[in-house]
């Protein structure tokens, strides 16, 4: 038997060189995308608690109510995978003019799907606490909202990421801005025009007729919701990503000091 291929590990178990440069690179592609790993994680985790929430105020009410949150969840998935797709391809340059198109096109139609989870907020003020406790609707509303949202932020951050790339920081930011207005507008016609993503793909033609009238003459309350929903949502992107990137200036700090940087790097097997 060959020592240089196997070797014994502390425990008394033996390795090839193989499985140990496996294990070191499945271990190391761990450790770089560990943020990203954890954030998908988190993400799966809010959305079975949110169905389980759910399942359980079915159980005890024998009542449907909150069950459409589960779809909103669905939909608010859409734009994220989506995004993520897209973020995929758009590192080589052939598949941001071919394939990037259609998963945009496809991505900012179901992009409202994401934020319209806020509005759900509005349904404890009609029949919040009937057949449940208050508190347990609160919980299951909120955590269902937040979550979406979520999507949604982390959804618009890799599409700019993807913009940011492609052109320039700036016009990133341009992009943030006009996604942030379109989907207020587009979560107004879904909570109070009632269409939605489907819609525009089952009849485009009616549906954007419809989408025209709005536009050439908006209402009051049209004008307001969507210039109040940009901005709040505004906020929390640029928030979150402001914490996102402190907690980046603070690793980076920290692996300036050398004692600091010894604890921070994965330990290889030997």
Same mark, same amino acid.
């Given at each position: 038997m060959n020592k240089q291929e196997i070797q014994p590990s502390p425990k008394g178990f033996s390795f090839s060189a193989r499985e140990i440069l496996m294990y070191n690179k499945i271990k190391n592609f761990i450790y770089r995308n560990r943020h990203s790993i954890t954030v998908f994680i988190l993400l799966n985790t809010a959305c079975l608690v949110c169905i389980l929430?759910?399942?359980?105020?079915?159980?005890?009410?024998?009542?449907? #109510?909150?069950? +459409?949150? $589960?779809?909103? &969840?669905?939909?608010?998935?859409?734009?994220?995978?989506?995004? *993520?797709?897209?973020?995929a391809f758009s590192w080589k340059r052939i598949w941001v003019y071919f394939v990037m198109p259609l998963i945009a096109f496809l991505w900012l139609i179901f992009y409202p799907n994401a934020p319209y989870m806020l509005t759900d907020l509005q349904d404890l003020a009609r029949a919040g606490g009937v057949g449940a406790p208050l508190w347990y609707d609160v919980l299951i509303v909120v955590w269902c909202s937040w979550t979406?949202?979520?999507?949604?932020?982390?959804?618009?951050?890799?599409?700019?990421?993807?913009?940011?790339?492609?052109?320039? #920081?700036?016009? +990133?930011? $341009?992009?943030? &801005?006009?996604?942030?207005?379109?989907?207020?507008?587009?979560? *107004?016609?879904?909570?109070?025009?009632?269409?939605?993503?489907?819609?525009?793909?089952?009849?485009?033609?009616?549906?954007?007729?419809?989408?025209l009238g709005l536009v050439i003459d908006p209402s009051m309350r049209l004008a307001a919701f969507t210039i109040l929903y940009t901005f709040f949502f505004l906020f929390i992107f640029v928030l979150l990503y402001s914490f996102s990137h402190m907690l980046q200036e603070q690793a980076i700090r920290a692996q300036s000091t050398p004692e600091q940087l010894a604890v921070t790097q994965p330990k290889q097997i030997r």
């Amino acid at each position: 038997m060959n020592k240089q291929e196997i070797q014994p590990s502390p425990k008394g178990f033996s390795f090839s060189a193989r499985e140990i440069l496996m294990y070191n690179k499945i271990k190391n592609f761990i450790y770089r995308n560990r943020h990203s790993i954890t954030v998908f994680i988190l993400l799966n985790t809010a959305c079975l608690v949110c169905i389980l929430l759910v399942a359980a105020r079915v159980a005890y009410t024998d009542s449907r #109510r909150h069950t +459409g949150l $589960i779809w909103n &969840l669905f939909l608010a998935w859409i734009p994220f995978i989506l995004a *993520y797709v897209a973020h995929a391809f758009s590192w080589k340059r052939i598949w941001v003019y071919f394939v990037m198109p259609l998963i945009a096109f496809l991505w900012l139609i179901f992009y409202p799907n994401a934020p319209y989870m806020l509005t759900d907020l509005q349904d404890l003020a009609r029949a919040g606490g009937v057949g449940a406790p208050l508190w347990y609707d609160v919980l299951i509303v909120v955590w269902c909202s937040w979550t979406g949202t979520l999507l949604g932020v982390i959804s618009l951050y890799l599409m700019q990421d993807i913009i940011i790339r492609t052109f320039e #920081r700036w016009v +990133g930011w $341009i992009f943030v &801005l006009v996604i942030s207005a379109l989907s207020s507008f587009g979560i *107004y016609i879904g909570r109070f025009v009632r269409l939605n993503s489907w819609d525009i793909l089952q009849n485009p033609a009616e549906t954007t007729m419809e989408i025209l009238g709005l536009v050439i003459d908006p209402s009051m309350r049209l004008a307001a919701f969507t210039i109040l929903y940009t901005f709040f949502f505004l906020f929390i992107f640029v928030l979150l990503y402001s914490f996102s990137h402190m907690l980046q200036e603070q690793a980076i700090r920290a692996q300036s000091t050398p004692e600091q940087l010894a604890v921070t790097q994965p330990k290889q097997i030997r």
